[in-house]
């Protein structure tokens, strides 16, 4: 039986990007279907995820999923190291529970079909079995298996083999500018290194349309420049994994095992490189409308909203520059700051002065974000900080950039933070724990620029260099 696999994304999609990566690694076909070249699939997408609009949308024999990570589309499709595995089979059939308790305790994935509730599965259980109804029937690799026992599924999966049981020398939590810097350097120190990577190499450059500040480029898009470390990562022998996130970090012996959804690694040393997020403003109705009209990303939403009017909040230099990038798409562009004057550096400023489709609402905190009958967003109210009094501006989204969070709640209790989350370090990047070290946006005192976050990976690998040769 063919699945029928559909994917709703666009090319400005970073996770779109893991998720098309991940199939064609594993051979899977699909239909994709672009957004931006498909009008009515904008609808779509808002109708399987009640009016929010969520890329990659994947649907999978007519079930939706929404940006499904990789071990979740790996569980559902049955992709394993090893190969793609169906088994065909009930409920009640007790030697499909034998093959399903067996497959979950070695950590193999397989997609189970119903023979009794999924039509032509029972014909195609008989056709591979010569007329027999034979379950469990196991297609491994598009090779049937009736009713193997536990020993031949031992052997035909290699199960001794699933575990990645090398010992790395480095291991780097995060795929953006500080985490491949560091597998750079790790490699040219002949370290063997391996990144793991929740979503999509380059993190939060890699949704940079423009980089006007890196040093030996005048300009360079994100997904250029990160595309560029990656390659040269790769090319100098690390080892990078996407899609898997990171659930438990402990010492063992004399190497640390860290837990993904999928995988167990083991490494001498460890690189936290996990970035920053977007923060949020904390006013009544803004968790509920996010997707459904407020956004954090202009390179990554603002293509929903062309020939439409948008509001964006902040006044530092990502707003300014965002605000800039939406007014060259958009309708109308209504920029919100708190403050008397902008923060941003003054070229932001100046720049800002040459659109005409910009308007700036200085002195002025929003206070609520409000939804339509339909569920989006529709209606701003702010206080005019001035005056006091209450006002409201309609628009068709939102976009927030008031600054970033760090990632690192998955560490909390394993190394010291500061108060705000970030991770605390000494010397070269040390961590509390030797031998873990953190570089980026993540560590206390870095500063939210690729260039900087190079450089906070070269000095983790100088810190690196120094604990492995201890």
């Known amino acids: 039986m063919e ?10 999609c970073p996770d779109c990007r893991r998720t098309k990566e991940l199939f064609a690694k594993n051979k899977i ?23 929010k609009r969520i890329i990659p949308t994947v649907l999978i024999n007519d079930t939706a999923y929404s940006n499904p990570q990789n071990h979740e589309l790996a569980q559902t499709l049955g992709i394993n190291k090893q190969g793609k595995l169906v088994m065909y089979g009930a409920d009640w059939c007790p030697d499909c529970q034998r093959a399903k308790h067996f497959l979950q305790d070695n950590q193999i994935n397989f997609e189970f079909i119903d023979v009794e509730t999924t039509e032509g ?28 026992d536990n020993a031949t ?27 491949l810097t560091t597998a750079i350097y790790a490699q040219r120190d002949r370290f063997d290194s391996i990144i793991l990577e929740k979503t999509n190499i380059g993190g939060n450059a890699y949704i940079t349309k423009k980089i006007e500040n890196y040093p030996g480029f005048k300009e360079v898009s994100g997904p250029d420049l990160m595309d560029r470390m990656e390659s040269q990562a790769e090319t100098l022998g690390a080892k990078i994994e996407t899609g898997e996130e990171i659930q438990n970090i ?20 460890i690189v936290i490189a996990t970035g ?36 964006v909040i902040g006044g530092g230099n990502s707003a300014l520059e965002e605000g800039m990038f939406l007014a060259g798409f958009c309708k109308k562009v209504s920029i919100i700051h708190r403050g008397e004057q902008f923060s941003a550096n003054e070229i932001y400023s100046e720049k800002l002065e040459t659109f005409s489709n910009i308007e700036v609402f200085l002195n002025k905190t929003p206070t609520a974000f409000i939804a339509n009958d339909s569920g989006s967003f529709e209606t701003m109210t702010y206080t005019d900080n001035e005056t006091d009094k209450e006002n409201e501006i309609k628009a068709d989204g939102v976009f927030i950039f008031i600054g970033l969070l760090p990632n690192t709640k998955p560490f909390e209790g394993l190394i010291n933070l500061s108060e705000s989350g970030h991770i605390l370090t000494k010397g070269l990047n040390q961590t509390s724990i030797p031998g873990i070290f953190a570089a980026g946006d993540c560590r206390f005192g870095a500063i939210a620029q690729v260039a900087a976050a190079t450089g906070e990976g070269v000095v983790a690998s100088y810190g690196i260099r120094e604990y492995l040769k201890r």
């Open 3 to 12: 699945q029928k696999i559909k994917m709703y994304g666009a090319e400005w």
């Open 29 to 51: 076909d699909f239909e994709y279907i672009n957004i931006d070249i498909t009008p009515e699939a904008s609808q779509l997408v808002e109708g399987y995820n009640k009016g």
């Open 121 to 148: 599965a029972s014909e195609f259980v008989m056709n591979a079995n010569n007329g027999k109804r034979i379950i469990p029937t196991i297609l491994f690799n598009d090779k049937a298996y009736s009713n193997p």
């Open 276 to 311: 920053s997020t977007y923060r949020t403003l904390g006013i009544d109705g803004e968790q509920e409308l996010i997707g459904s009209g407020i956004h954090f990303c202009a390179t990554c939403d603002g293509a929903f909203y062309r020939d439409k009017e948008v509001i």
């Open 250 to 269: 402990e010492k063992a012996q004399n190497f640390f095992k860290v837990t993904t959804p999928s995988q167990e690694y083991r490494s001498k040393s």
């Open 153 to 179: 599924l031992t052997k035909l999966l290699g199960i001794d083999k699933v575990a990645d049981t090398k010992i790395y020398d480095v291991l780097i939590i995060g795929g953006g500018a500080a985490g």
